[in-house]
Every structure is written in C-alpha cells, then in structure tokens.
C-alpha cells in the first residue's frame, strides 16, 4: 500500500499554531496597554468611543495579520471589530448604536452557523 505525499510541509501546522499563539498574545498585550493607558488619563480628556475604535481596530489588525500571513481569520472577531470599530466611531460622532444587540446578534448567529457550516473554529 503506497500512501499519498502530504502537500503540507512537516510542521506547518505546529508553526501556525505557534504564530497565532504569538498574534494573539501580542493582541492581549496591546489590549491591555491600551485599557490601562485609556483609564490613567482623565476622562474629560478621553475621547467619547476611544476605547471601542482601539478594540476594534485591534480586532480588525489581528484578523488582518492572519490573513496576510496565510492563516485562516475568524469571522467573529472580525465582525466583532467591525462592530467595535463602528460603534466607537457613532459614539464619537454622537450617533445612537445599538452596540449590545448587535453584538448579541453577531455572537448568536456565529454559534448557530459554525455547526451548520461544518467549521471548528
């Protein structure tokens, strides 16, 4: 019985496993310098929404250094950032954004359409 040469390199999956664990603790780590730093400065001085725009756009950036490196993205996150991301920019700008229901509804239908799909992560 002759077996079928595997076209991913020996490996591959245990670097990408590794490269992702480097991308999100990097995340963590920016996540987290970014919330400390936001709540040493004053309040009034603070942007209304700063918080939401650095999350998502952080969420989006990871997601976004996933894709450049050849990694599969995460729709949530991604759609999590966009959310993120945008109601940061209404509460910049003043605009009512139903941000908790949105999210809501994104977490929801993500956990509904992963088992449909067939995808594990």
């Known amino acids: 019985m002759t077996s079928q040469p595997d076209s991913t390199p020996p490996g591959r999956d245990t670097q990408e496993a590794a ?3 480097r991308l999100e603790d990097l995340g963590w780590g920016l996540f987290l310098l970014m919330t400390g730093a936001l709540w040493l400065v004053p309040a009034e001085r603070v942007p209304h929404g700063a918080w939401l725009i650095g999350t998502g756009l952080l969420l989006l950036a990871l997601n976004a250094a996933r894709y450049v490196t050849g990694m599969r993205i995460s729709i949530l996150t991604t759609l ?28 929801g239908a993500s956990m509904i359409l992963k088992p449909l799909l067939g995808r594990s992560t």
């Open 19 to 21: 490269l992702n664990k």
């Open 80 to 107: 999590l950032g966009a959310v993120a991301l945008s109601g940061g920019l209404a509460d910049l700008t003043g605009v009512r954004f139903p941000l908790l229901a949105i999210c809501l509804i994104v977490i």
